[in-house]
C-alpha cells in the first residue's frame, strides 16, 4: 500500500489541486461510505422485532432505515457534484501546467522529448489524471468502509471475522503484485503509442512526399513493427488485469461461502437468530462490495500511475545544461547588445568560437556568413534556448540569464523565415500579443498589410487555417511582422524574413525594417546582397569566428569573404 502514498505524494507535486474542492470531495465520500453501514444493523433490527411481533419496533426501525437511506442518497449527490468540480479544475489546471513548462524550457528539450508524447500527455493523460483525486479518495473511503465492517463482523462472530480479514489480506497482496506487473507492460504500451502517433504526424507533415515516392507501403510496415510491439504489451498487460480481475476474486468468494458454512452451523446450534443471520450475512456482502470498489478503484490509480509519470518528466523535466535565470525586473532597455568572448559547442561540434562584438541600440545589423558558419547560433543565445560555454552577453551592460523571464521575453522577439500562425481569426492571433484592437491595427497599418485584412470578407475577424496557408507567403510574413511589433520589444531579430517572398513583397519589408530602426534595435540575419547593403553595420561569420565587421562599403573593397557573399 506504501505504493500508492508514492503515487499519491507524486501527483500532488504537480500542483492541480485546490484544498477546498479536495476537502468537500473526501467528506463527501467519506459520509457516502460510512452512512451505507448502518442499513444491515437497520435491516437486521427490522426482522428480528417483526418476528418477535413487536411492530412498533419494527416500524421505528424502518423509519430509521428510510432516514439512512435518504442521507445516503443525498450525501451520494453531494460527492457527484464535488467530483465534478474537482475533475474540472484538476483538468484545466493540468493542461496549464503542461503548457507552461513546456514553453519555459530550453531547445534541448524538444530534441529529448518527442511531439507525440507531449500531444498524448497532453490530450489522454491530463484527461485520465483529473480523475486520480476522485479515485484516491473512494479508495481510501472504501478501505475505511471495509475496516469498520470488519471489525463490526469479528465483533458479532469472530470466527467468521478472521476467515473474512485473512482472506482479504491475502487478496490486496496477490492484487497489489499483479498490478505492478500490470502498468510496468502498460507504460511499455504507451511508449509504443507515442511512436505510432509520431509517425502518424510525419505522415501529415511529408504526405506529398509520400504519394510523390510512393512511401506508403514502407512506411505501413513501420507502423506494423510498432503495432506488433504495441500488441505484445497490450496482451502482457491484459494477463495481468485478467488475474486481478477474473481469478483474484475467488478467494472473496471462499472467504463468503466458507463463512455461510459457518453461519448454517451456528444456527443448527442455536446460536444465531434470524436477526443475527441477516446482520452477519448484511455485512459479508457489504465487504465484498467494499472489496470490489476498492479493487476498482485502486485498479485505476494502479494504471494513472504511469499517467502521473509522463506529466511528471514533462514538468520536471531536468538536463544538466538547463538554464536558470534571474530576477532582474529592469524593464527600461535601451537595446544596446554585446557579446563578449563566446564560445559555444553544440553536440562535441565548436559552434562560435570566441566571438566578441557591440550592437547599439536603433540601429540596423546584418548577420550574414555561409549557412552552417553559426549565425542562427548568435540568436539562439541571444533567445536563451542554449547555455553558453563561455563568455557573457550583456544587453545594456546587464547579463542575459540575470534578467527574469518576463522581462526578457518581452524585450527580445523573433520574426523567422516561416512564421507559425494559428488556426483562429487574425485579430485573435494578434490578440495572443496584445488584444487592444487599436494597437493591432497601428501596427498592421506599419507594416503595411491592413488594407489587406480589410479587404478580407470579415476583415480581422477572418479565421486563418492553421499556418495560415490560405493566405500568401508575403501576407503571412507581415502577418508575422506585425505580431512581432505588438510585443513591444526593444530588440528584434528577424531570420531571413525575405528569402520566400516574391520581389515587391521583399522590397516592402525591407522599407519596414528600415522603418523599424528609428525605435528598435534590429538585428537580421540574410543572404541578399540587397538587406546587406542597407544595414548601417555587418557582421561577417565565417566557421564560427567573426571575420569581418563595418560597413558594406568598407567591406565590399577590404574583406574577401564578404565578397562571396555578394555573388
Request: aromatic letters at 12%.
Amino acid at each position: 500500500m506504501i505504493r500508492y502514498f508514492k503515487i499519491y505524494k507524486k501527483y500532488l507535486k504537480l500542483h492541480a489541486n485546490d484544498k477546498k474542492l479536495l476537502f468537500a470531495l473526501f467528506f463527501s465520500a467519506f459520509l457516502r461510505s460510512t452512512t451505507v453501514l448502518g442499513i444491515p444493523i437497520f435491516a437486521s433490527k427490522i426482522v428480528e422485532y417483526a418476528t418477535i411481533q413487536d411492530f412498533n419496533n419494527a416500524f421505528l426501525n424502518v423509519f430509521y432505515l428510510s432516514i439512512n437511506y435518504l442521507i445516503y442518497n443525498i450525501v451520494y449527490h453531494w460527492n457527484y457534484v464535488a467530483y465534478r468540480n474537482n475533475s474540472n479544475y484538476v483538468y484545466t489546471k493540468l493542461q496549464e501546467n503542461v503548457i507552461e513548462s513546456v514553453v519555459k524550457y530550453d531547445e534541448n528539450f524538444t530534441k529529448k522529448v518527442s511531439k507525440s508524447y507531449l500531444i498524448n500527455t497532453v490530450a489522454n493523460d491530463t484527461f485520465e489524471v483529473c480523475m486520480f483525486d476522485d479515485r484516491m479518495v473512494d479508495a481510501v473511503t472504501h478501505f475505511i468502509s471495509l475496516i469498520i465492517s470488519l471489525i463490526i463482523l469479528l465483533n458479532y462472530n469472530i470466527y467468521i471475522g478472521i476467515i473474512v480479514l485473512l482472506f482479504n489480506i491475502l487478496y490486496l497482496y496477490l492484487l497489489d503484485k499483479g498490478q505492478k506487473k500490470r502498468d510496468y507492460y502498460l507504460n511499455g504500451q504507451r511508449k509504443q503509442q507515442d511512436k505510432i502517433v509520431e509517425m502518424f504526424t510525419q505522415i501529415l507533415d511529408g504526405n506529398k512526399e509520400i504519394k510523390s515516392f510512393s512511401m506508403s507501403d514502407k512506411l505501413n510496415d513501420y507502423l506494423n513493427l510498432y503495432k506488433k510491439e504495441w500488441r505484445k504489451q497490450y496482451f502482457l498487460k491484459r494477463k495481468y488485469w485478467d488475474i486481478n480481475e477474473c481469478i483474484l476474486p475467488i478467494l472473496i468468494i471462499v472467504a463468503k461461502i466458507t463463512s455461510y458454512v459457518i453461519v448454517i452451523f451456528e444456527i443448527l446450534k442455536g446460536n444465531m437468530n434470524v436477526g443475527m443471520l441477516i446482520l452477519v450475512v448484511g455485512y459479508i456482502d457489504r465487504i465484498e462490495t467494499e472489496n470490489t470498489e476498492f479493487f476498482k478503484r485502486i485498479n485505476k490509480m494502479s494504471a494513472s500511475s504511469v499517467r502521473i509519470d509522463r506529466l511528471y518528466n514533462v514538468m520536471y523535466y531536468n538536463n544538466k545544461n538547463m538554464l536558470s535565470f534571474g530576477n532582474n525586473i529592469t524593464d527600461d532597455i535601451f537595446g544596446n547588445v554585446s557579446f563578449e568572448n563566446v564560445s559555444f559547442t553544440y553536440e562535441n561540434k565548436l559552434i562560435l568560437n570566441n566571438i566578441s562584438f557591440d550592437i547599439h541600440a536603433n540601429s540596423l545589423t546584418a548577420i550574414v556568413g555561409k549557412s552552417g558558419s553559426g549565425k542562427s547560433t548568435i540568436f539562439r543565445l541571444l533567445l536563451r534556448l542554449y547555455k553558453l560555454d563561455k563568455g557573457n552577453i550583456y544587453i545594456d551592460g546587464i547579463n542575459i540569464y540575470e534578467y527574469s523571464n518576463k522581462i526578457y521575453s518581452s524585450n527580445v522577439s523573433i520574426t523567422t523565415q516561416k512564421p507559425f500562425i494559428f488556426n483562429m481569426s487574425i485579430k485573435e492571433n494578434l490578440s495572443l500579443i496584445d488584444s487592444n484592437h487599436e494597437h493591432q491595427v497601428e501596427a498592421c497599418k506599419r507594416v503595411g498589410i491592413h488594407n489587406f485584412i480589410m479587404s478580407l470578407p470579415k476583415g480581422y475577424n477572418t479565421i486563418l487555417k492553421e499556418d495560415a496557408v490560405d493566405i500568401s507567403g508575403g501576407q503571412k510574413q507581415l502577418i508575422a511582422l506585425a505580431r512581432t511589433l505588438l510585443s513591444k520589444s526593444e530588440i528584434l531579430l528577424f531570420d531571413e524574413v525575405t528569402a520566400s517572398l516574391d520581389p515587391n513583397t521583399a522590397k516592402h519589408v525591407m522599407n519596414v525594417l528600415k522603418n523599424l530602426k528609428k525605435d528598435h534595435t534590429v538585428i537580421m540575419i540574410t543572404h541578399k546582397p540587397k538587406l546587406m547593403k542597407m544595414a548601417d553595420n555587418i557582421l561577417v561569420i565565417d566557421h564560427g569566428k567573426i571575420v569581418g565587421n563595418g560597413k558594406h562599403k568598407e567591406l565590399i573593397k577590404n574583406n574577401k569573404y564578404y565578397k562571396l557573399l555578394q555573388k
